[in-house]
Each structure stands twice: as C-alpha cells, then as structure tokens.
C-alpha cells in the first residue's frame, strides 16, 4: 500500500510529517505545475470548478508515482466537494489506475475523531500514543507556518528591497517542512521570525490594507490565484486573510465539537444580506466583507470559476450598505497571470485614489 | 383585510411543487398569482440583474420575480435545503430568497425555509412559521399542510400512473387550453430525455424540444414517469447514496435509462451548473460503458435554436442507423 494525497496549499506540510513520523510508505504529490493542470483538465468535465481539476491532476501524478490508496474529502451539505471523490475515482479508474480511495469526511461533528481513526487504519494501527504525537507534531508546524505567514504579510509591503520577505518565506516552509524535531522546529520558527524583523523596512510608507476573501482552496493555493498574496506585496498592499489551514483545523477539529462557532460574529454581520449558510464560504465571504469594511480599504474576493456558493456571495456583495470596492477573481484554467496583474493592479489606483479623495475631505 | 395575493413565479422548483404551494396558501386564504410562461423579455431582465457566472435556470428565476414584482403583493421565494436527511440541495437553492433580495430589491419577498435534515419538528415548525403570515390559528395552519400534502402525492401520482408529462398536469390545473395529443402510438424509438424540471419543461429555455421530439415520432421516456424504487435503485448502483435533493432527476432517471430498453439518452444541463457538471460527466461514462448513445446539450442565453435542431436530427439519425444496422436491414437504409 502506497498512499498518495492531493495537494491544498501547505497542507502537504502536516501530512507528509504524519506519514514520516508513522514510517508509513507514501508518495509525495509533485507540487502544482502547468503539467498538473493540463493533466487535470484533460481528463475533467469541462464544468466543474478549478480545485477538482488540480486535485485530479495531482492524484493522476501521484498515480504514475506508484501510489495505490488516495485521500481525497467527501462530506455532505457542503458544495461539489462533496463529489469530488466519486467522480475521481471512475476518471482514474477509467484511465486504468487502479486506485483505492480512501475518504475524509469534513461534515461530521467529530471531524478529528474521523480523521485520526483514518489514520490510525493507515498506519497499519499504530498505537494511539504514537498516533496523537505525530498528529501534534504536525498541527504544531502547520501553526508555525501560520504565525511567519502573518508575519510576512505585514512585511511583503514595506520592505526596502522587494522580495526578501518572500524569500524568507520559502526558506521557512522547506526548513520547518524538513525539522524533525520540537526543538529544531522552535529554533527555525525562532530564527525566521528574527530574520523577518530585521528586514530593512521603509516606515514612512502606509500600505494599502486589502482583505482576501473567498473559497478556501484558491486563496490558499498560490498557484491557482497566480501567487496573489505576493503580487499585492508588491503592489505596496498589506494582505489581511483569516482564512488558514491552521484556523480551520483549529475550530473545526477542537472548538466546534464543543459548541465555538468561529464565525458567528461574521454570520451576524451578514445577516442583513445572507441569512442561511450556502454551503462552502460563500457566507463568510459576505460576512467578513461587512464586517471589516471599516479597517479595510478594499477587498479581493478569490473563487473558483462556477463555484456554487461563491456565486450568491458574488451576487450579494455589490449591494450591501457597507461600500468599500470588491474585486472579484474567477479563477479557472485560463486566467493568465498579466491579466490578474493589470487587473489588481487598476484595483489597486482606485483604492489610493479613494484614500486621498477621503483624506482631503 | 383584502385578500392577499401571493406571486408564485414560473420557474426552478414550479414544476415540481405547484400543486403543494397553490393548495396551501389558497387553503389559508389568499390568491395565488403565477407569471407567465417565459419570455426572451423576462430573461433579458433577469440576467441583467445578477452577474454572468449564475447559472440559466436562476437568471429566469429573476426575470420571472421582476414580471410579478407589481402585480402582487408577495412573492413566494423558498429556500430548500433538504428533502432527505444528508441530502442537501445545491447553494442556489439555499440562498434564493436572499439572492432575490439582492437582485431584485423592488419585490416583497415571503421567504421559507424547508430542512428536512434538522428533524421534523423543525420542519413542522417552519411550516407554522410560513402559516402564520396569514393566519393565527395553528389548526387551520395543520390542516393546510395536510392537505398540501396531499394535493403533493395526487400530482406524483398522474404522473406516474397516467404517464402526463408536468407540463400536461399543470396545464389541467390551470385550465390552459390543451394541446392537440400527437398519435404517437407507433414510435420507432425510444428515447430518454432527463435533466431537471424547469429545464425539461420550460419551452422557452429548451426550444420546445419535448413537442419537436414527440413530432419525430420518439417515445420520451421522461424523469417523472420512473417509479421512486427504480430510481433509488439506480442512484444505489451508480452512486451508493445520492448527494444532491434533485439527483434522483438525473443519475437516477439515467442510470434506469440506460440499464433498460431505451435507444439513447438525451440529458439538458445549464451552464453552469455545479451538480450537474460532475452527475453529466458520471452518465456519460457510464453511458459509454454500457454503450449506448448519449448526448448531453448545455443550455445556457446564447444557446441557438438551429444549432439545438440540428444536433437533435444528428443524434435521431444516427440511433435510427444504429437501429438499422441491428435490424440487419443496413442493405435497404432509407432515410424518413
């Protein structure tokens, strides 16, 4: 048994250290290349959104690697992603893998009873002790990823010379993707957050502050929003995102068994607009647009092309009271990266625009 | 107090639950209003409203609210998250009555909500919650329901024992003029057409395609004239459990079509749309393994009548040759 995972953003970090720490045989998915996406295209209906095609693309590259037991999610109440498994499993079947899928529910109460039990079966039954050390392990990186991606968001903007933080960034990922212990790992969390303090930083400049909201694959995946957060960095924008795997693993696997709701006040303050979850983020998406519109100067609104929820959020956000500016990307298998550029770059003007034009008055 | 009349617009779940909804708000004393069948007017309105990704069938749901907007007092806007427990409706249908709101902020909106998922007595309590908007007592709300219920079961039931198409049925209700029955005794194939109602029986959205097909001779082997078992049979084979609250329409009413004697299959979807994006492409593949044509047309503002006809004529042709050749009678082919 060969496990094999699809690719989310820096999800890959918790999984692969699990799987390492367990000794269990698995195939790290190549990272999202062009050849994933065509590869994901090819083979996908042409209708469905942007997440299934790379996943699929990802599970087809894990395939040729050898793997023969996919994770993929499944759920209910949710939107597509709740199919995505099914179909999966006829197209590679189709394609003559021949790949046993193994599925994570993320709609139950209880996810992380379900998601450890999962892995327990994986792991040929290890014991739970080792299990849970290896599952701390992991969140605690995931966790660290989150705190120096904060860190850089509010560096990428105000650095003298631009891309530093970026590749501070990159250089932390591999390094805490690579600790192999708590102490190392504390000593590379440490060391990366010195370094990213002591970037030389231009203090007169007020950056821009832009919310990111939208489906939670493609804004945390850089490849399918055309490295988004690192373009608005250049641009002189600081990013301001709560969504992350470390939030939601955070809520969802401890604190909503337990009755915390996240997003209650983001579910209050779209009320007046969304009144019933429509699966996905579509109302947090609203929720959050409303609800920050004071401290932000505009918002990016990130979802793949003919997302269920993302949709009615879309179709809801140009007209609730609280009037900052939205920029809506689709994101889909087409979308060039100069065109984004042009476009966030014009959305930008209209934001400083709109700054001076209040300062003034 | 005048009675008030409540809009009841022509599109999405209409065909599906037209009896239920008249028999109710008519049995707690009001007047139902429905807009008329769809116009290139009402969808040019409609789809000027939201933005360009939302699917067809909701764009009409629009130009449908607009037309009524003035003409009553209410409009009837559900939101159905659930008919079966974990099953749950696509997000279209959960944020209707907000995305109306949105798009169409000069309407009233009655909005409901309907989740079979949270338990009866949720359900039953959002079934007061809606009575209440015309009437104090709870009896009468209770008897309302019971008889919607009813008028609900009647309705399946036409359609499956009489085997009438929605269209028919509704038409009855209505007292719209009926149109002449083709004698269609002696069809020379048989053909599945599935997809969602307010695809399948809006003739505006769809090109009138259930008459032209019954005009080629074909015997339509329709969603609604499938017994519930042979659909739950279908989805179990195909899929173990269903996902979506209209999946029955499409993987089940396929997968019947398919495992029994029908020549092909013709299946609508809009643009767009998120389940039946992945359901279709399910369908085809089985489809191909059970060898037999299918052919799936996406409908969406800028579908052309003649490009619809013609792919029509292509598929009948080619089932027809296939019919021949398996009749070994491929020497004498004639055309029609």
Known sequence: MRLGFPHAGTIYVPIRTLFQEMGTDFVMPPFNTKRTLSLGTKYS???????????LGNLIEVCELGADTLIQARGFGICRLGYYAKLQEQILRDLGYDAHFVKFSVSERFKLYGFLKLFKQLCNNASWRKILSAYYFGMTKLGDI??????????????????????????????????SNFSFLKQVKRDYIEKLNQVPKNLDFEPLKVGIVGEIYVVLEPFSNMDLEVELG???????????????????????????????????????????????????????????SKEWDGVIHVAPFTCLPEVIAQNIMPHTKEDIPVLTLLCDEQMGKQGTLTRLEAFVDLLERRRRQRRMR | MATPRIGIPRALLYYEYFPMWKTFFEYLGSEVVLSPPTTSRMLASGSSRVVAETCLPVK????????????????????????????????????LPDMTKAAAPEAH??????????GKRQLYLDVYKMGRHFTWNPFKIKKAAEATWQAHQAYLAKMLTHSKTPLQVLGEMLGEPERKEKDNSNPWARVGLIGHPYLLYDEYVNYRLFTRLEDLGVEILFPEKIKKEDNDAA?????EKAYWTYEGEVIGAG???????????????????????MMMDLLQRYAKRQRKPFMLLTLDEHTSETGLLTRLEAFLDMIY????????????????
């Not at chain 1, 970026?166 to 805490?176: Q, Y």
């Not at chain 2, 989805?235 to 899929?239: N, S």
């Open chain 1, 45 to 55: 209906p042409e209708g469905t959104c942007l997440p299934f095609k790379l996943t």
């Open chain 1, 234 to 292: 250049k641009l002189g924008v600081e990013v301001h995102r709560t969504i992350s795997y470390a939030r939601w693993t955070k809520y969802n696997f401890y604190l909503n068994p337990l009755g915390i709701d996240e997003w209650k006040k983001v579910h209050k303050a779209a009320w007046p607009y969304l009144k019933r979850d429509v699966g996905g983020d579509g109302w947090e998406s609203v929720g959050e647009k409303v609800l920050h």
């Open chain 2, 235 to 239: 989805i179990a084979k195909l899929v």
């Open chain 2, 321 to 336: 040759r296939r019919k021949a050749v398996r009749n070994n009678v491929a020497a004498g082919l004639k055309t029609r």
């Open chain 2, 109 to 118: 909106i009655l909005e409901a909500d309907i989740d079979v998922d949270k």
């Open chain 1, 146 to 179: 989150d705190d120096i991606e904060r860190l850089v968001q509010k560096v990428r903007p105000v650095e003298i010379e631009k891309g530093i933080a970026n590749r501070l960034f990159n250089e932390a990922l591999k390094a805490i993707d690579e600790a």
């Open chain 2, 255 to 277: 997968g019947y079509c398919l495992d029994n004697e029908v020549d092909g299959v013709i299946a609508l979807a809009a643009f767009g749309c998120g389940p039946d994006s």
């Open chain 2, 60 to 95: 009409v749901f629009i130009g449908h609210v607009l037309s009524l907007a003035d003409k009553c007092d209410y409009i009837f806007v559900p939101a159905i998250r659930s008919m079966e427990e974990k099953i749950h409706n696509c997000s279209k249908f959960l944020g």
